[in-house]
């Protein structure tokens, strides 16, 4: 079992919609976790974070931390064109904080 | 303004022939990371480093050194560069305490012959 799973997609969501990430994790462990959002041939960029679990809001995009079932996600309201990304769940490993575990993200297409 | 820069951006260079990427952050972070990303497999740590002098090994840290001798800057060395080291190499910048939030440079795109 991978560390840090996501479904690869490609997710297709129209315009406007809610689009809906998963990811799980392997390590009870681990305290934090982060969304981040990266473009065709750009860095990865943070957009989330939570710690707690429940709902953490920003804007058009809710983070949910479950981890008794060892999932986050991430919640994309009113879908924009421009939140077409390939979008990377990052865990850091519980025995040693720098070493932080990506998932190999999940595309998102955003069609009008 | 914060950030993290890289440099070379992209790079060709022949199997064998030594070569260096250089990372550098100006947001006084303690600790700092190498990945590689490749399709399919996503993000993966190279090495990273908790403060000066202090690094250590990721999930694929074969064939690559690192160094720390200045908080600012974690170079990444090609000894010898083989062609499976052909990548997208971003540098990280991580803020410390619990939060752990990652700052990326714009990348290197290495390409070896």
């Known amino acids: 079992q991978k560390e840090v799973e996501q479904n690869s997609g490609p997710l297709s969501v129209p315009e406007g919609a809610i689009a809906s990430l998963n990811c799980t994790y392997s390590?009870?462990?681990?305290?934090?976790f982060f969304w981040y959002r990266q473009y065709s041939g750009k860095s990865p960029e943070l957009i989330m974070s939570?710690?707690?679990?429940g709902d953490k809001e920003d804007g058009r995009f809710t983070a949910q931390l479950n981890k008794a079932s060892q999932y986050v996600s991430l919640l994309i309201r009113d879908s924009q064109p421009s939140d077409s990304a390939t979008y990377l769940c990052?865990?850091?490993?519980?025995?040693?904080?720098?070493?932080?575990?990506f998932g190999s993200g999940t595309r998102l297409s955003i069609r009008p | 303004e914060a950030q993290v820069t890289q440099n070379p951006r992209y790079l060709i260079t022949v199997t064998g022939k030594k070569l260096t990427v250089t990372c550098s952050q100006n947001?006084?972070?303690?600790?700092m990371s190498w990945y590689r990303q490749d399709p399919g497999l996503g993000l993966r740590q190279i090495y990273y480093?908790?403060?000066?002098?202090?690094?250590d090994k990721g999930d694929v840290p074969e064939g690559y050194k690192v160094s720390r001798k200045e908080k600012r800057n974690f170079p990444l060395i090609l000894e010898s560069p083989s062609p499976n080291q052909t990548s997208l190499y971003f540098c990280?910048?991580?803020?410390?305490?619990?939060?752990?939030?990652?700052?990326f440079g714009p990348g290197t795109r290495l390409t070896v012959l």
């Open positions: 947001m006084n972070h303690e600790y």
């Open positions: 939570i710690y707690s679990n």
């Open positions: 990280a910048s991580t803020t410390s305490g619990g939060a752990r939030e990652q700052f």
């Open positions: 990052a865990v850091p490993g519980y025995s040693s904080a720098s070493k932080i575990i």
């Open positions: 390590d009870r462990g681990s305290q934090s």
């Open positions: 480093s908790m403060n000066v002098e202090v690094t």
